[in-house]
């Protein structure tokens, strides 16, 4: 069974940083790219970023330059260091493993999907 746990939200001031954290289990994760979403308050779940087997990432424009995705194959973790954070940034971010080892911006080309946690941004 594959489990995906994020860990990492909290509240943070406009400006500021949080490192978000994806354990994953139950598949050999090394074979799947990974990726983030997010949903803001009676919002639609939102693309953030994709990152590859090999580590090649894709970003939404409204995060590109500000987060970055990373991967830790041998521990079974992915990241979502976040910088400069706003408060549109306020939402719960989820991470889901995909269908193949390269990235989607689609919900579509994931499989399995953590419980998110919570990024509040204050202004």
């Known amino acids: 069974q594959v489990q995906l746990v994020e860990s990492g939200g909290g509240l943070v001031q406009a400006g500021g940083s949080l490192r978000l954290s994806c354990a994953a289990s139950g598949r050999t994760f090394s074979n799947y790219a990974m990726g983030w979403f997010r949903q803001a308050p009676g919002k639609e779940r939102e693309f953030v970023g994709t990152?590859?087997?090999?580590?090649?990432?894709g970003y939404a424009d409204s995060v590109k330059g500000r987060f970055t995705m990373s991967r830790d194959n041998a521990k079974n973790m992915a990241y979502l260091q976040m910088t400069s954070l706003k408060p549109e940034d306020t939402a719960v971010y989820y991470c889901?493993?995909?269908?193949?080892?390269?990235?989607?911006?689609?919900?579509?080309?994931?499989?399995?999907w953590g419980q998110g946690t919570q990024v509040t941004v204050s202004s």
């Open positions: 889901a493993l995909a269908r193949t080892a390269w990235g989607s911006r689609a919900e579509s080309g994931y499989e399995y």
């Open positions: 990152i590859t087997t090999n580590s090649n990432t």
